[in-house]
């Protein structure tokens, strides 16, 4: 669990166990996360003169809107920061838009007393001493002569302040997945904590805060709703199994869910151009949103199957969203129609139910039945066939 849980992270390695690697790795990396089509790289390395081809490979990057957030570095062997202004440290050195260099602070919001610093080439901190994080579950070279346990270890570092930062930039991007690159560099910078450790020493003069980002973004942000699940409920217009057959009337209770910014006034309508199906009840009103909030309609859709509808069956319905002022949003979803069957049995041993059992059926879908005390079990299965395989888990 980290700051953002609507993400997807890429690890790329081109460093050894001993934190040695070669620049040309690092180019190539960096040129694997372009062509896959990454949003961010965060990049908790450095070291080695100013190279060309890696300043290509991150020039490149920014092209394709990628951010790059660096680590400012550690400065030197004495553990006192350099001036990146006057001895750069790479990558974050490098004069690339896209990319964001990360000092470390302290918990008292002071720059640490080894990170680099640079009033235009360093542009924020973030903390980056006494960070709990992970490390590997097996003992390094580099950690046994380090003292270093397996598992967690508390370290201090830009390479600690760089993820702070990579995590900020992901969270704003899953608030708006459109927002341009620049955008995002730009939110974080403008919304630093102004600290007077940093005050000359990087471009912001500030230090990370994620929760000024996001409500800053939320203010520029119009409402945003899409469709979030729907459910099926055919006790009045069908057979009540829950699955929705030819010749039913069942309703559709259809959950909306908004994004960072409320919403007022919403309602929205259904309908379809599938054959089969014909939209008897197709609006349905939500009322007010919050940030990230759920909601179902105050009325469900109602929807008629026709009897002929062949199973399995899926059907595209087309959501219309709108709000109390000018927004309109669309999201498609489907709907699944089947024939129901019943499955059911007994599992017995030595003449007796046995209960607490476990039954698996596969065919064109699979599932699980448990026996009650009698050895018996039920369920209702939506397919179209009557070819089952049972399997059996239990103490039999």
Known sequence: AGVDWNVSLVPLKFLSTDGGGATSDA?????????????????????????????????????HGILFVAAAGNGGSDGVGDNNDTTPTYPGGYSCPNIIAVAATDRGDKLAPFSNYGANSVDLGAPGVNIYSTFPTYMTGAMMKSGAPTHYAIIS??????????????????????????????????????????????????????????????????????????????????????????????????????????????????????????????????????AFQEKVGATPFSVQVTGDCPTPHTATMNLTIHDSGTNVWTSPFTVSVY??????????????????????????????????????????????????????????
């Open 27 to 63: 180019i190539e990396a960096i040129y694997y996360a372009t062509k896959i089509g990454v949003r961010l790289t965060s990049n908790s390395w450095g070291g080695g003169a100013l190279d060309t081809g890696l300043q290509d490979a991150i020039a490149d990057a920014a092209a």
């Open 157 to 290: 570092g830009t390479s600690m302040a760089t993820p702070h930062v990579a995590g900020a930039c992901a969270l704003l991007m899953s608030l708006s997945p459109t927002i341009p690159f620049m955008d995002v560099k730009a939110q974080l910078l403008d919304t630093a904590d102004r600290i007077p450790a940093l005050a000359g020493r990087c471009v912001s003069g500030g230090r990370l805060n994620l929760g000024h980002a996001v409500t800053n973004l939320a203010a520029r942000l119009a409402p945003c709703l899409q469709f979030a699940g729907v459910e099926a409920n055919d006790t009045t217009g069908g057979n009540g199994d829950g699955l929705i057959n030819p010749g039913e009337t069942v309703n559709l209770v259809v959950t909306l869910e908004s994004a960072i910014t409320p919403a007022v006034g919403v309602s929205a309508t259904v309908g379809t151009s599938d054959p089969y199906i014909s939209v008897t009840g197709a609006s349905a009103s939500y009322g007010d949103f919050g």
């Open 339 to 396: 024939t129901s069957q019943h499955l059911s049995g007994t599992v017995r041993k030595d003449g007796a139910g046995f209960g607490g059992v476990n039954v698996y059926y596969t065919g064109p879908v699979s599932g699980c039945a448990t026996t009650d005390g009698s050895g018996n079990y039920s369920a209702i299965v939506s397919a179209g066939t009557t070819t089952w395989d049972l399997h059996f888990q239990g103490e039999l």
